[in-house]
């Protein structure tokens, strides 16, 4: 294969919310030019249909580490190698461990290839909830104790963020959205304006826009993200929309 | 013009950070299909070398609400329009504008493409900073009391976030990134790991990675954007990296 990059080149991708229209160019060029594709294995199976001629791998959730590792000693082989992340690469992906592990392949040079993370698509489904200062909390206690992202909840709530979470539920934390809402209205007040947006960019998106009261009571999954709004948040004409402090 | 789109709609559109690589598709195929492009000046010149046949409208900075207003009304007479951001729409954009004026244009429909902004942007060039959870904060007072600002960067620190300003500096607050990191030394180390791109995927990029104690110190401009690490960040390979927590 004729490659414009030098070999033993491991690329770490954000692919976006899920339509390929939401990708960079960089991204889709990357993903044209690298030889080898890893990922979490659903977004392997979307690629391939769209890139047929690659070499894949993937590992499954929680076995992170393993795929990075392929990608870097795949990479160490001579390939151009494409680590694929829902979102950004950076916020949550895969980039921070493809870096912390390019120690046991000094030979391998690592580029971060940014995407529009969920917080960034998900807002503009809803209108412009984080036009002013806001807070991105992950609701995953499984590499976080729960007390950390509790304090977190709590001054970020106490400083009037703008607030985004990204897996605000799972089989084992039915009950997290819930327990987050409590501690948020400790200092937002019931009708704070907050809106979710589910499976943003890909078939089935649904959104909501309703006050943090109703939230604490939501059905949300793991392919949902969460806005609560600061006190400046308004619905305007169907829209979640935090002011900035314009004269109008 | 031939236009896929409905007339009387407004996008709202998120350019990234300068390259036109770092587009998405969607926000490339909207400009290439509006008749009228308004914008921040420099923006706009940028544009009318790539695409010379279109319509362009710009307002200074401070003329915000001017620059939607004439979007706004220049759908209103039938035109597909586009308000064009750095970065992302919604993040210290026009999106939110844009909505909050729409009011006064009931007919226009208004759309938000969403960008790469200048945290997912700029964390890719340093390394991953934003791996855990983090707080995006404006340094700029001329829309927000400097009190409140003072209080999310007292209260995100004390939580343990990762910080990302933007607009750290300008003529007339030339110490206000000192005074921020004093803020954020009273519960954050002297050495934690901080970093500052200027100029993003531009011509002249440069970044530097150093201590909050070093940040401090540095002069920054208003094109430069700055992370200030968590308790977790580190350097490695010369990159600055926010460890989640996987066991390696």
Known sequence: MECAFLSKRCFVVGMGPGKESQMTKEAVSVIEQVDYVVGYPVYVE???K??????????????EKERCQLALSEAAKGK????????DA???GMAGLVLELQKD????????????TAAVSGAAVLGAPL???FAVISMSDLLTPWEKIEKRLRFASEADFVICLYNPCSKKRAD???KACDIMLESKTDDTVCGYVRQIGREGQEAEILTLKE???ARVDMFTTVFIGNSQTEIRNGKMVTKRGYRL
């Open 105 to 116: 392949y000094p030979e391998v040079e690592v580029e971060i290839v940014p995407g529009i």
């Open 90 to 92: 950076g916020i949550y």
């Open 176 to 178: 997290y959205l819930k």
């Open 215 to 217: 939230l604490r009571e």
């Open 50 to 63: 769209a890139f047929p001629e690659k070499e894949y791998g993937s590992t499954p959730m929680r076995k």
């Open 80 to 87: 151009d190698v494409a680590v694929i992340c829902s979102g």
């Open 131 to 133: 036009m002013h200062d």
């Open 46 to 48: 979307l690629l391939k």
